[in-house]
């Protein structure tokens, strides 16, 4: 039991070896029946003291992230927000304006989902597109001119069915024919479904959103509804086709079905295969919010197709409330987990549920990114600008593969887009992770380039705590993580400083090593300030360099090695030196 370890730590081989001759000599012994006593005594003596010194060589083990970003793995193609229920609040902000450049200005979203809503037509030839979308299209209008290249997502608007409302209608009944009866919480009706008509109903929809317009992108033909089939799917896509194609407006992209769970996505794609009603769908998409299915069993029936996969329901960890009291940090931990795991499962993309505040409601259900009142402005909430960031490095990037080592309660997820890579590490315990390895090969990552380093816990400001580190050696840099926060680190190769074109700039820094003053001496001035990290990356001095030379105390710095970084508008360089 001895030679086993623990869980929280390791030895080495060679400590190993000593162990085992401690052992085998101990067993020669005992099993040599003319052995004396003595002899016997001596042996296991020898063997006890060899298991203490075991014990005592235990190491911890080495906590550290290794990333290769030659191993990517799928692209981010569609990412944003959404609208669905609440794009009339919107236009109840005092500063609206200033709310869409939040969101579609500073955030790179690409992507918008927008509804479309039974009540359109609820009686056959009696159409009601103003009154049922005007609003809408306000709002829609407003984000196309902050951001021409929005695109809009269209879903049905599922509330009809569900939140123990009873079994309600999503569709109107000339369409699906079944009513829902509150005095005796019964249906009526046939049940039978006419696929023609709904494509015709869409089509409706489509062509009102082109003319004015703000037109539709994506389409999925449900939404948390079991009722569409894929037969029945199948039916209206080829009805939709054929009235757009009658009308020359323009098809849009199928993205099914809006599943309420992975589980129920999953049976969408299968019987979507079996029925071949593939062969019109541009992608997949799903929340999750039940079933017993993983992003990454999800994605697997998805690759079969050959079509995308997206989240088109995902959280954005929560928001503000009547206060600025924000929600505990905890719920932001648990979904952004939840995308760790969805983008190492294979996703594609994601829509961000309800960016804003829906008819000024203000409870801890209804918490979002952006809340506002009638008469009081809108403001960002801590999970706007964890959004944000994540938002700014993802879209349009390309998920690259990471392997943690011994981290507990830890998730992280990685993206690199030319020659920017983000990583975050999303740690959900309670214990802080200071000073791990992240290595990084074949990104270009030099000795004393700058990282940033951007936290989130429930100490830090809404913004983000944010921190600069330098890597300690070429294609590595040391970092700490608190415990139950969100930290991200983004890194950021500037190909003019990764060559040694600067490596002829006259700057001498002397003494080195060095007990009190060190004096940096740059004849050219073209630095504008210096920053010294300590070997973990930390930063530990800065100041301007506001003439060729500067006298910099170190008196109490710590013994050992450092890095000298100076900075100018277009150059910079490192030097390490070494603290007596």
């Known amino acids: 039991s001895a030679v086993i370890g623990t869980a929280s730590g390791e030895y080495s081989q060679s400590d190993y070896n000593l162990l085992e001759t401690a052992i085998n000599t101990a067993t020669v012994v005992v099993e040599n029946c003319s052995a004396s006593q003595s002899e016997i005594t001596q042996a296991t003596t020898s063997l006890n003291t060899a298991i203490t010194n075991f014990q005592a060589a235990r190491m911890p083990f080495v906590k550290s992230v290794s990333i290769n970003a030659s191993n990517t793995k799928q692209k981010i193609v569609l990412m944003g927000g959404d609208m669905e229920r609440n ?247 648990s979904w952004y987990t939840d995308k760790c795991n969805s983008y190492e499962g294979g996703i594609q993309g994601e829509l961000f549920f309800e960016v804003w505040m829906k008819n000024n409601n203000f409870n801890k259900y209804y918490a979002r990114p952006i809340v506002f009142t009638g008469s009081e402005n809108g403001r960002r909430m801590r999970s706007y600008y964890i959004m944000k960031k994540f938002a700014e490095n993802a879209v349009d990037a390309t998920y690259v593969s990471q392997t943690l080592s011994n981290f507990d309660n830890v998730t992280s997820m990685a993206f690199v887009k030319d020659n920017k890579m983000v990583l975050w590490m999303i ?97 050219d001035a073209i630095f504008k300030k210096y920053e010294i990290y300590g070997i973990n990356g930390q930063l530990v001095r800065t100041g301007e360099m506001s003439s060729n030379e500067k006298e910099v105390n170190v008196s109490s710095l710590a013994k050992g090695i450092y890095i000298l970084r100076l900075e100018g508008e277009v150059v910079s360089k490192t030097v390490k030196i070494v603290k007596n």
Not at 108 to 125: A, C, H, I, S
Not at 137 to 160: C, E, G, Q, R
Not at 428 to 447: C, P, Q, R
Request: hydrophobic share 35%; glycine share 6%.
């Open 87 to 333: 794009a009339p609040a919107l236009l109840l902000a005092p500063n609206k304006s200033e709310i869409v450049d939040w969101l579609v200005k500073d955030i790179p979203f690409n992507t918008f989902r927008v509804k479309y809503d039974k009540l359109q037509e609820m009686t056959e030839g009696v159409v009601d597109l103003d009154g049922t979308y005007a609003e809408q299209v306000l709002s829609m209008k407003m984000l196309l001119a902050a951001n021409p290249d929005i695109k809009f997502f269209a879903t049905m608007k599922s509330d009809y069915h569900g939140y123990n409302q009873g079994n309600r209608n999503n569709l109107p009944t000339f369409i699906y024919d079944e009513s829902y009866d509150s005095s005796t919480d019964a249906t009526t009706g046939t049940k039978s479904f006419d696929g023609v008509k709904y494509g015709r109903f869409l089509a409706d929809y489509i062509e009102y959103m082109s003319v004015n317009n703000v037109p539709i992108t994506y389409l999925s033909t449900s939404k948390e509804w079991s009722i569409m089939t894929a037969t029945r799917a199948k039916a209206t896509i080829e009805s939709l086709i054929s009235n757009l194609a009658s009308r020359n407006i323009a098809m849009p992209l199928i993205v099914d079905a809006g599943s309420w769970s992975l589980t129920q996505g999953i049976t969408t794609v299968n019987t979507y295969i079996s029925n071949n009603v593939d062969q019109y769908v541009y992608g997949y998409g799903a929340h999750k919010y039940g079933g017993s299915d993983t992003w990454p069993e999800y994605v697997t029936a998805v690759k079969k197709t050959g079509k995308i996969g997206i989240n088109d329901e995902s959280s954005h960890g929560g928001g503000g409330q009547t206060t600025e009291v924000e929600v505990p940090i905890t719920n932001a931990l």
């Open 427 to 523: 740690n959900s315990s309670e214990t802080a992770y200071s000073d791990f390895s992240v290595n990084i090969n074949n990104f270009g990552l030099k000795e004393g380039m700058k990282v940033e380093r951007v936290n989130w816990d429930d100490t830090a400001v809404i913004e983000g705590a944010e921190s600069d580190i330098l890597a300690n050696a070429d294609n590595q840099f040391k970092a700490t993580i608190a415990p139950l926060s969100l930290t991200c680190f983004v890194i950021t190769i500037d190909e003019s400083l990764s060559t040694e074109k600067y490596d002829t700039i006259n700057v001498k820094v002397y003494p080195n090593p060095v007990t009190d003053k060190l004096v940096i001496s740059a004849p």
